[in-house]
């Protein structure tokens, strides 16, 4: 998540679209509006609605997951 953004901050299609290929679980959460204890349990438990991989002890969401998840995925359409 970039400096001076928090989870509440509504992020926009655009700021979506300029996301690198795979993204922490917190940017992904900021995206999809869920916050930060609901994203690592939904995580944790398999339930987040887009896939995640587990790199090490860290979550990675693919942004391609991602856009589907959220309607922005252009080669749907």
Not at 22 to 35: C, K, P, S, Y
Not at 55 to 63: A, D, F, I, L, Q
Not at 72 to 77: A, F, N, R
Request: aromatic share 4%; with cysteine; glycine share 10%.
């Amino acid at each position: 998540m970039k400096a001076g953004k928090s989870v509440s901050d509504v992020m926009t299609a655009a700021d979506v679209a300029a996301l690198p290929a795979v993204v922490d679980l917190m940017t992904a959460a900021q995206a999809l509006r869920i916050g930060r204890t609901t994203a690592y349990a939904l995580a944790r438990d398999g339930d987040f609605p887009c896939p995640v991989l587990r790199v090490g002890g860290e979550y990675r969401v693919p942004t391609a997951g991602l856009r589907r998840v959220l309607g922005l995925d252009s080669s749907t359409g």
